[in-house]
Nanobody, 125 residues
Framework: QVQLVESGGGLVQAGGSLRLSCAASGRTFYNYPMAWFRQTPGKEREFVAAISWSGGTTYYADSVKGRFTISRDNAKNTVYLQMNSLKPEDTAVYYC??????????????????WGQGTQVTVSS
């Protein structure tokens, strides 16, 4: 079992920054590929960013590339999402996810089997 807890969300003005954290715990013996997704009311969950188990490989949705940075500190069992130059359209509930069914990063919701409860990010204009 893997438990994921997101934190760091909040209200920020357009152009501002936030850093989200996802702390992992549970009956695990190694780290997994992890990702951030986001979801707004009436829309399906969309991919934001992913990172390999070692942190050596990252990739991003086109909508956030150049503005967001995903990173991880395996010693702390924590993954981060640094969000800069935030836009109102970034407003969403952000979810952290872990993949234990494979070693590769993925953009697909179905390939992640552990999810946090989400943290709200609201960007005002």
């Amino acid at each position: 079992q893997v438990q994921l807890v997101e934190s760091g969300g909040g209200l920020v003005q357009a152009g501002g920054s936030l850093r989200l954290s996802c702390a992992a715990s549970g009956r695990t013996f190694y780290n997994y590929p992890m990702a951030w997704f986001r979801q707004t009311p009436g829309k399906e969950r969309e991919f934001v960013a992913a990172i390999s188990w070692s942190g050596g490989t990252t990739y991003y949705a086109d909508s956030v590339k150049g503005r967001f940075t995903i990173s991880r500190d395996n010693a702390k069992n924590t993954v981060y999402l640094q969000m800069n130059s935030l836009k109102p359209e970034d407003t969403a509930v952000y979810y952290c996810a872990a993949r234990t069914t494979g070693w590769g990063t993925s953009r697909l919701v179905s390939e992640y089997d552990y999810w946090g409860q989400g943290t709200q990010v609201t960007v005002s204009s």
